[in-house]
């Protein structure tokens, strides 16, 4: 018998029986779509906290903590890093060198800066994910006199000639225009001055800098490209060591030289734990996004299972559903499968027919099913942006989505899964019955009425 012609046979048995059939089909449809939904359930919630954890910080940025020093501990120094350097997967490293506010002021004309000022390595900070706002990150071979502002580091300069109202802050007017700061980034010319104690009478001699570019806000670095300055290392430790030498401050005998902390950026999340376990052994502690993310997974890994699971029952279920429909059907061809039999039809058609059958009802409540999935996936999605914008989801927002936030997200391969699936099922659920009208002697049925 030609493949064609089973297929036709098996169709057309079906189609006889069509409340039959199509009860078991809705069987299989209602257990499609359960798996299918309640795994996007899964797949959406797992998205969204990868979102969150994102805006949370650089996933693959481990930072180097340095708080402990004491005579015998490794020194977070240049050597050290350089070593850091040559770790399987690290892609960048920077140190992070915080200049006391106190020992340097920024000047432009008659506004000073005195905020946050950190020393990192310039050429780095490409490869840890920071962006020009306005201007340009410094290039190769910049000189160290290079500096970039944080997004708001504008407004941190007050006017010196003012003992009050000596600020401008970054905050919109009622038309939502934004004020003009006092001084302009890529525009005007700044200066470093050390600061001297108040009974000095020394000299020194300002040092011109010159701002580049101003950087895209993101809490989520560290050092944060907010309120501060940025310069390169070297340069910030030269000012920090004239600064002492002018202020008369000695180097505390117990404590090395060397940073506070550090930043190591690795090629891709896989490979942070085996980097960081490889700083660690080194004797530094570390901190990585990989502490929030690996319980976090191991959670989503678990709902996932337990919404397949309760979608799984439902399919299995139908299959239940598919074998009595199928064993009803040899019931009640039981003399056609013996004029089959008689005529010479070959024993494995007869299987593959009812095979066929099966794996049709499964292939159909699937494919409907999948459908029917794609439906109820975009209205929860949309109930859920539309509550997201009415500020009623703390994760939507914290997530970043707002109202294109999505909590249920059906991907192709699911959906081609869960057809394969489907079929298969109906495929197991009429083996049995197959084999059993196989099994039926010719003569028995070709007498039964």
Partial sequence: MKWKDMLSMALGNLFKRKVRTLLTVMGVVIGTCAIVVMMSFGIGIKQSMETMMQNMGDLTVITINNESQTPDSAALDDKTLEQVKTIKD??????????DPSAVTIKSRKYSYQ????????SALKEFGYQAETGTLPAEGAPETTILF?????????DSQKSSNNMIFPQADKNGKMPDPYVSALTDKFQAEINLPQDSTAKTKP???QCVGTLVEDWGKNPSPSHSVFMD???AKQLRDKYNKLNNIKKDPNKKDGYDSASVKV???EAVPDAEKAIQDMGFSTYSMESVRKPLEEQMR??????GGLGAISLLVAALGITNTMIMSIYERTREIGIMKVLGCVVRNIRT????EAGAIGFMGGAIGIAQSYAISFLINTLYAAQNAGGGDAMGAAAGGGAAAQISIIPVWLALGALVFSTMVGLVSGFHPANRAVKISALTAIKQE
């Fill in 150 to 158: 944080g997004k708001d580091a504008e407004y941190d300069f007050i």
């Fill in 90 to 99: 690290v892609v960048a490293v920077t140190p992070v060198f915080y200049l």
């Fill in 207 to 209: 040092i011109k800098l």
């Fill in 267 to 269: 090629a891709s999340v």
């Fill in 302 to 307: 678990t709902i996932q299972m337990i919404l």
């Fill in 233 to 235: 290392v070297a340069f």
């Fill in 115 to 122: 905020g946050m000022i950190y020393g990192v390595s310039m």
């Fill in 353 to 356: 027919m009812f095979l066929v």
